[in-house]
């Protein structure tokens, strides 16, 4: 694929010749040298990706589909076995995650907005993965209620250290005085294990006023999520409405406070709240006015860029950048916008693949897979 070299000091970029890329307006890397090459294009919406032992990519389409996409960049057809999805406002096939054990079961989840009588919601489904597709596929999951609008589905995947599996969730919108109540799963994290069923421990087990897969509450529209590589924490990021986007240490049984408090405002301009703290809410580790419009979420493990390991990295939609964030335990000390002004297409998801380097995805109508690799 050819590729267009920008020298900027102290950052080298390689990019895909059709990237809008202008090095007067690149912003240079801290702490590494890096170039940014496109590996493949032509993904529709793509949303989520998950790398197969072999080295080739998993990826999901918004729209419904899922492709494999080989280590040579080529995008294989759709794959056969995928759920009926309600591809409408910002609902489609979204997550995506393999089993702990899928050397030897070769199960993939797969979240999805899932077209229901009297509206959709969030599902979540797993199959086995063969040549061609996806077979004796399972619903496992169902976020009630019903709801019937466009907005707010979350959602990503990911499976704990224990093996249980967090499945991020929205409010859905016009659901969103129902973050705050334990009755539904609108606003929520869920735990569940890998059947469906829910663990003993959970946080709500056992209180007749709760769902017991709920494992946190108070969240708008998570889009982000891992696992603390030190903690093995879960770790979320969620849009704010105007403003105030947020990353969260997410833990059992806490309260992260949508609506009743915010960081942001209205897109009126009116007042969510007069404080964004209060009594009983957990505050994030960091937030973002304005917005950035956070999408996935990485912890960055790997070898290839040693000054960056430990950091926290957030994918950008309506922002267009990465945001490097320097951890400090729990503490975000400092940020990095990356790529800002590199690439003009909206960073949907970001991930790292077993050969430590550090991959993208653009949320385009021709998205592409982006790697983020050492200049020398």
């Known amino acids: 694929m050819p590729r267009l070299a920008l020298r900027l000091a102290p950052l080298l970029i390689v990019a895909a010749s059709s990237v809008a890329c202008a090095a007067e307006d690149a912003t240079p890397a801290e702490q590494a040298r890096v170039r940014l090459v496109t590996v493949a294009e032509g993904l529709e919406h793509p949303w989520g990706i998950a790398f197969l032992p072999d080295g080739r990519a998993l990826v999901t389409e918004r729209p ?172 979320t990021n969620e849009h704010g409405p105007k403003g105030g986007d947020e990353l969260n240490r997410t833990l059992a049984g806490l309260n992260y406070g949508w609506p009743k408090v915010s960081y942001g405002v209205e897109y009126s301009g009116a007042t969510i709240s007069e404080s964004p703290t209060a009594p009983g809410i957990e505050p994030p580790a960091h937030y973002w006015v304005p917005s950035i419009a956070t999408s996935g979420l990485l912890f960055y493990t790997g070898d290839r860029f040693p000054d960056w390991r430990g950091n926290a990295f957030v994918g950008g939609l309506k922002s267009k950048q990465l945001a490097r964030l320097v951890l400090d335990g729990d503490r975000v000390v400092h940020e990095e916008a990356l790529l800002h ?3 003009d297409q909206r960073i949907r998801d970001v991930v790292q693949g077993p050969d430590g380097l550090i991959y993208l995805l653009t949320d385009e109508d021709n998205g592409r897979l982006l790697r983020i690799e050492p200049a020398d």
């Open 64 to 235: 419904g589909r899922l492709r494999v996409v080989a280590k040579d960049g080529t995008v294989g057809p759709a794959l056969d076995g995928v759920p009926a999805v309600a591809a409408t406002g910002q609902g489609g096939l979204l997550g995506i995650a393999l089993d702990p054990d899928f050397a030897s079961n070769r199960l993939v989840y797969l979240s999805y907005a899932e077209p229901r009588e009297g509206g959709n919601g969030t599902s979540v489904a797993r199959g086995q993965l063969e040549e061609r597709g996806l077979v004796d596929v399972e619903v496992i999951f169902r976020q009630q209620p019903t709801v019937s609008g466009r907005h707010h589905f979350g959602s990503r995947l990911v499976f704990a250290r224990d093996g249980r599996l967090f499945v991020t969730l929205g409010d859905r919108n016009s659901e969103r005085a129902r973050a705050q109540t334990l009755d539904s799963h609108i606003g929520k994290v869920v735990r569940i294990e890998r059947d469906g069923s829910v663990p003993a421990d959970n946080p709500f087990v056992g209180r007749a006023d709760a769902l017991p897969e709920i494992w946190s509450y108070g969240h708008r529209n998570i889009q982000g999520a891992a696992l603390h590589p030190g903690t093995g924490e879960l770790w």
């Open 341 to 343: 002004g590199v690439i």
